[in-house]
Nanobody
Framework: QVQLVESGGGLVQAGGSLTLSCAAS????????MAWFRQAPGKEREFVAG????????YYADSVKGRFAISRDNAENTVYLQMNSLKPEDTAVYYC?????????????????WGQGTQVTVSS
């Protein structure tokens, strides 16, 4: 079992930055791929960014490429999402996920563990 706790969400103006953190506990963190998903009101949950267990490969949704960066610190059991140049359309609840992803990083069913989510609100 892996427990995930997100933090770092909040209210920010358009063009601003936020860094989300996801602290993991339980089974060996470094064995899992990690990802961030988000869900806006009335919309389906969507993939934002993912990182393989080694940290050597990262993946991004087209909507955030060049603005967001995912990273992980296996010694600290933490994954981060640095979000820059935020837009109102980035407003959503952001979820951290962990899984032994064997297929595509963007598929939510590849992930076995989810955090409770953290709200990000970007004002225009």
């Amino acid at each position: 079992q892996v427990q995930l706790v997100e933090s770092g969400g909040g209210l920010v103006q358009a063009g601003g930055s936020l860094t989300l953190s996801c602290a993991a506990s339980g089974r060996t963190f470094s064995n899992y791929a990690m990802a961030w998903f988000r869900q806006a009101p009335g919309k389906e949950r969507e993939f934002v960014a993912g990182i393989r267990w080694s940290g050597g490969s990262t993946y991004y949704a087209d909507s955030v490429k060049g603005r967001f960066a995912i990273s992980r610190d296996n010694a600290e059991n933490t994954v981060y999402l640095q979000m820059n140049s935020l837009k109102p359309e980035d407003t959503a609840v952001y979820y951290c996920a962990a899984g032994r992803v064997r297929g595509q990083m963007a598929q939510s069913w590849e992930y076995d563990y989810w955090g409770q989510g953290t709200q990000v609100t970007v004002s225009s």
